[in-house]
């Protein structure tokens, strides 16, 4: 009798743990507007350009965490000049690897609206904020 006891609380204590484990798993995000905490990836290219973008994230009550394991989205980007416009991107993907939400933008040359912004005034839109 005490070893069926025994074996219906190790399986109780079992399946215990993986329903705890299945709620405690984040579902994926599908849509920019689910996104709160972001992981950097990558941001290439110019570095001031980087920080600006971010820094306009940051406005947008983004937060950037350091762990992928503990973001929303994960952030690439990049930002550099060529035949003298700046051009800048930004793609998000969700935990699964699928792109969720992109975006592209160029500053022309003489131009006072800078590529960050173009790209910040999009995502805002995409975020509705």
């Given at each position: 009798m005490n070893r069926k006891l025994a074996v219906f609380c190790l399986c109780a204590i079992v399946f215990g743990l993986m329903i705890q484990d299945g709620a405690s798993a984040k579902p994926a995000v599908n849509s920019i507007t689910q996104v709160r905490k972001v992981y950097v990836q990558r941001l290439t290219g110019?570095?001031?350009?980087?920080?600006?973008?971010?820094?306009e994230m940051r406005k947008m009550g983004l937060q950037f965490v350091?762990?992928?394991a503990s973001a929303d989205a994960i952030l690439t980007g990049s930002g550099e000049y060529a035949a003298g416009e700046f051009y800048g991107q930004i793609k998000f993907f969700n935990s699964k690897g699928k792109l969720i939400?992109?975006?592209k933008a160029t500053r022309p040359r003489?131009?006072?609206?800078?590529?960050y912004s173009r790209l910040a005034d999009q995502l805002r839109r995409?975020?509705?904020?």
């Amino acid at each position: 009798m005490n070893r069926k006891l025994a074996v219906f609380c190790l399986c109780a204590i079992v399946f215990g743990l993986m329903i705890q484990d299945g709620a405690s798993a984040k579902p994926a995000v599908n849509s920019i507007t689910q996104v709160r905490k972001v992981y950097v990836q990558r941001l290439t290219g110019d570095a001031v350009f980087n920080s600006l973008l971010k820094n306009e994230m940051r406005k947008m009550g983004l937060q950037f965490v350091r762990e992928k394991a503990s973001a929303d989205a994960i952030l690439t980007g990049s930002g550099e000049y060529a035949a003298g416009e700046f051009y800048g991107q930004i793609k998000f993907f969700n935990s699964k690897g699928k792109l969720i939400w992109q975006a592209k933008a160029t500053r022309p040359r003489n131009s006072n609206y800078m590529a960050y912004s173009r790209l910040a005034d999009q995502l805002r839109r995409a975020l509705r904020k």
